[in-house]
């Protein structure tokens, strides 16, 4: 291969690897974060799983009215409220699976890597 063949195969891969990243953020993909927010509404955790990076927090913020939840993983514990909101700082990888402990059915889990 001549030196302009390589630049120009060299150019094509790395436009080509310029376009994967931001198609992934887009469409929702995986992308870990520092921090991530989880709505509580409708008796259902949003987003049901989160990504963050390693000493990432995750923030769960009430917004069902009066209804009460809690956030319940192994080794956490939120407060049984209706309102306000809850924070954790996740220091090592892992899957970690939360649910609340009043509603059967609502699960969720945060992804740290």
Known sequence: MTKSAIRIALCVALVAAAAIVPAQAASG??????SRSVILKH??????????????TVTWRWRDGSIVHN???????SPTKAMGTYTLRFRARG????????HPGMTGKVIVG
Do not use: K, Q
């Open 43 to 56: 008796i259902a955790f949003h987003p049901r799983t989160a990504h963050i990076r390693v000493g990432g």
């Open 29 to 34: 993909g995986a992308v870990a974060a520092r």
């Open 71 to 77: 956030v319940v993983g192994s080794g956490f514990r």
């Open 95 to 102: 899957t970690y699976n939360y649910v609340c402990t009043i």
